[in-house]
C-alpha cells in the first residue's frame, strides 16, 4: 500500500477516491469490465452509528477496514465487478440477504478440509448413478431411489448453505466478504456461474482493501484486470524474485499471472523462455502472446518433438495468431486423424479449432474422420462444427446427403443441420423432407426445427427468384 497516509484515515479513504477518479478518467467509455454498470459512482457513507446499528441488528461485526471503506469512502460503488451492493436497514428491501452473516464461517485454515469434502461428495454422487444392472434393480423399488435421492439432495443443500454462512455477498458477481474466523475481512470468490459441489469458493488470499485498493492501481499501471483476484499483485520483477524461492504452487500461480501484462521486457521473456517443467504449456502461450517470432520457433521445436512436448505445442496452439496457422494445416490434419499416435479428445478438439480458422480449410479433409464410428460422438460433433466454417462445403452435397441418410447420433445431425443452414441444395431439402418425420418426437426438437427452418428459407428464396424474374 502507499506509505503517504496512515492506514484507514482520512488521508487513506481520499487516496482510494483519487485512484477511483483517475481510472474513471482514463475509462471514459466503460470499456473494463463491469464498469458500464457502476460508472465509477460511490454511494454517500454511512456513520459510525448507523454501522453498529446494523451490527447489533444481525449480530455480527463487520470487519474494520469494511467498515473503514462504507463510513469513509462509500457505501457501494465501483470494484473489480459489477459494483459493490450497499448494505441497507430495510428488512422489505434486503430480506433475506443477511440471515447467515452470524453464522460460523468454514472460510478458516482448515479450509481444504472442506474443499475434499466437497469433492468427496461429489465423487459419490457419481458413483451412485451405478451400472445398468443397478438401474434395473432400482426400478424395482421405487422408495430406494426416491429415499437415495431426497439423501443427496439434502446433503447437497446442506454443502451449499455453509458456502454462504458467516459471509457477506459484495456483489452480484459472487465476491464474498469473510465475517469471522482465521480470515475474517479476506475475500473469496463464488463462481454463482458454474456452481458444483466439487468446485467451491476459491479463497485469494487478500483483505478487503487489498482487494479493492489494488484493483485500481493495477489499472492504472496498464494491467489487464479481467481475471483479477485469481492472478497475483506486482509487477513482472517482483514476481520473477518471488518465483526462486516459491513453492510449486506459487510458481504456478506466478506463470499465469504474467496474462494480465500487455507488454513485458527482455528480461521477463528470458524468464519465460525457460521451460522447466512448471506450466510448460501457459510459458508457451505467454511467449507467442509477447514475441510472436519466437513463440513461433518453440512452437515448431515441441510440435516436432516427442509426445509430451507436442502435448504441449497442441495444447498451446490456440495462442497463436491465426495468421500464422495456415503452414500447420496439413500437420494438425495429421494429429486428428492419429498419423503421430492416439491422443485424447481434448486434444482433438483444440487442434479442430485451430485449422477451423485456417484459410484452406476444406470439408472433404475431414469427411473420413467423420465418418469413422470408431471415434467418440462428442469428437465427431467437434469434427462437424470444424466443417461447418469451410468455404468449400457447398461442393459436397453428395456427401452430406449420404452421412444424413447414415448418421448414428442425433447430436452430431443437429450440428449437421447448422453446418447446413447456409448450403442451397434441393437434394438436402428432398432428404429433410424425408427425415422429418423419423426426428419429429426426438428429444432433440432443434433438428426438425432447422430443418423446416432450411425449407422454408429454400421455398422463400425460390419465390422471390421467381418474382424477381418475371419482373
Known amino acids: 500500500m502507499n506509505e503517504n497516509y496512515k492506514y484507514l484515515s482520512d488521508e487513506h479513504a ?18 473494463i469490465f463491469g464498469a458500464s454498470t457502476h460508472k465509477y459512482h460511490l454511494n454517500e457513507t454511512v456513520s459510525l452509528e448507523w454501522v453498529r446499528e446494523f451490527e447489533k441488528k444481525y449480530q455480527v461485526e463487520l470487519p474494520e477496514e469494511y467498515v473503514f471503506f462504507i463510513t469513509k469512502v462509500g457505501n457501494g460503488g465501483p470494484d473489480p465487478f459489477y459494483g459493490i451492493i450497499p448494505l441497507s436497514l430495510e428488512e422489505k428491501e434486503y430480506k433475506g440477504c443477511y440471515k447467515n452473516l452470524s453464522k460460523p464461517s468454514i472460510y478458516d485454515d482448515n479450509y481444504l478440509q472442506y474443499y475434499e469434502k466437497c469433492v468427496a461428495f461429489s465423487e459419490k454422487e457419481y458413483s451412485e ?5 443397478d438401474e434395473v434393480r432400482n426400478i424395482e423399488n421405487d422408495n430406494n431411489i426416491e429415499d437415495n ?17 458467516g459471509v457477506l455477498n ?20 463464488m463462481d454463482y456461474c458454474a456452481l458444483e459441489v466439487d468446485i467451491p469458493p476459491r479463497l485469494i488470499n487478500m483483505t478487503f482493501l487489498e482487494w479493492y485498493q489494488n484493483f485500481f492501481e ?4 496498464g494491467y489487464d484486470t479481467y481475471g483479477y483476484g485469481y492472478y497475483m499483485l506486482g509487477n513482472e520483477n517482483e514476481l520473477m524474485e518471488k518465483y526462486t524461492n516459491a513453492d510449486l504452487e506459487t510458481k504456478s500461480n506466478i506463470i499465469s499471472t504474467f496474462f494480465k501484462f500487455k507488454s513485458i521486457d527482455k528480461k521477463a521473456l528470458s524468464f519465460l523462455c525457460h521451460f522447466d517443467g512448471i506450466e510448460n504449456v501457459r510459458r508457451l502461450q505467454l511467449i507467442l502472446k509477447f514475441d510472436v517470432k519466437k513463440g513461433l520457433e518453440f512452437f515448431e521445436y515441441f510440435f516436432n518433438g516427442n509426445r509430451e512436448q507436442m502435448k504441449i505445442a497442441v495444447e498451446a496452439c ?4 491465426k495468421v500464422y496457422r495456415q503452414s500447420y494445416y496439413d500437420k494438425m490434419l495429421h494429429f486428428i486423424y492419429g498419423d503421430y499416435g492416439n491422443f485424447n479428445d481434448d486434444l482433438k478438439t483444440t487442434a479442430f479449432l485451430f485449422i477451423r480458422d485456417t484459410k484452406t480449410l476444406s470439408a472433404g479433409d475431414l469427411f473420413a474422420f467423420l465418418k469413422n464410428k470408431e471415434n467418440s460422438e462428442s469428437i465427431r460433433k467437434t469434427c462437424m462444427y470444424a466443417i461447418g466454417a469451410a468455404k468449400d462445403k457447398h461442393k459436397f452435397v453428395d456427401t ?17 443441420t447448422v453446418t447446413l443452414s447456409n448450403v442451397q441444395s434441393e437434394k438436402i431439402a428432398w432428404t429433410y423432407k424425408k427425415l422429418i418425420p423419423k426426428y419429429q418426437n426426438s428429444d432433440n426438437f432443434l433438428i426438425v426445427k432447422n430443418m423446416e427452418y432450411y425449407l422454408k428459407r429454400l421455398k422463400d428464396r425460390e419465390q422471390y427468384a421467381f418474382k424477381s424474374f418475371k419482373k
Open 218 to 221: 493495477e489499472v492504472l499501471a
Open 318 to 321: 490456440l495462442s497463436m495468431p
Open 400 to 416: 452430406f446427403v449420404e452421412i444424413l441418410n447414415t448418421i448414428d447420433s442425433e447430436k452430431i445431425l443437429l450440428e449437421m
Open 14 to 31: 481520499d487516496y482510494i477516491k483519487n485512484l477511483i477518479k483517475k481510472v474513471a478518467d482514463k475509462d471514459k467509455n466503460y470499456e
Open 129 to 133: 448413478e451405478g451400472s445398468l444392472e
Open 149 to 165: 435421492e431426497q439423501a443427496i439432495y439434502e446433503e447437497q443443500n446442506q454443502i451449499f448453505s455453509e458456502l454462504e454462512d
Open 170 to 189: 459484495l456483489n452480484t458477481h459472487g465476491s464474498l466478504l469473510i465475517l469471522n474466523g482465521s480470515r475474517k475481512g479476506e475475500i473469496a470468490y
